[in-house]
Nanobody, 119 residues
Framework: QPQLVQSGGGSVQPGGSLELSCLAS????????MGWYREVPGHERELVAV???????KYADFVQGRFTIIRDNAKNTPSLQMNNLETEGTAVYYC?????????????WGQGTQVTVSS
């Protein structure tokens, strides 16, 4: 059974750093695009960063160079290093994996990790 298990996160003061990790198992995740999303109550889940199966990265505009997504295909672990966090970064962060093969789309989510940025 494919699954994504997240670790990391927690609480940090503004300007601090956190790292999120995601261990993927149960299928060949190296063919998947993998990323991180975040969700705030009352708002839609939004993209933070994604790394494709080919290694290309894309970041949301609000990241502004502060975050780095790293993919270790040997370990099936996409991680997100977040630096200079702002209070607006408080959210539940989700790891994601997506693969489209012809008409079929395969998507998986991690369990979610709370990140709180507060003084």
């Amino acid at each position: 059974q494919p699954q994504l298990v997240q670790s990391g996160g927690g609480s940090v003061q503004p300007g601090g750093s956190l790292e999120l990790s995601c261990l993927a198992s149960g299928t060949d995740f190296y063919i998947y695009d993998m990323g991180w999303y975040r969700e705030v109550p009352g708002h839609e889940r939004e993209l933070v960063a994604v790394v494709t199966s080919g290694g290309k990265t894309k970041y949301a505009d609000f990241v502004q160079g502060r975050f780095t997504i790293i993919r270790d295909n040997a370990k099936n672990t996409p991680s997100l290093q977040m630096n200079n966090l702002e209070t607006e970064g408080t959210a539940v962060y989700y790891c994601s994996a997506d693969w489209t093969f012809g008409p079929d789309e395969y998507s998986y989510w991690g369990q979610g990790t709370q990140v709180t940025v507060s003084s």
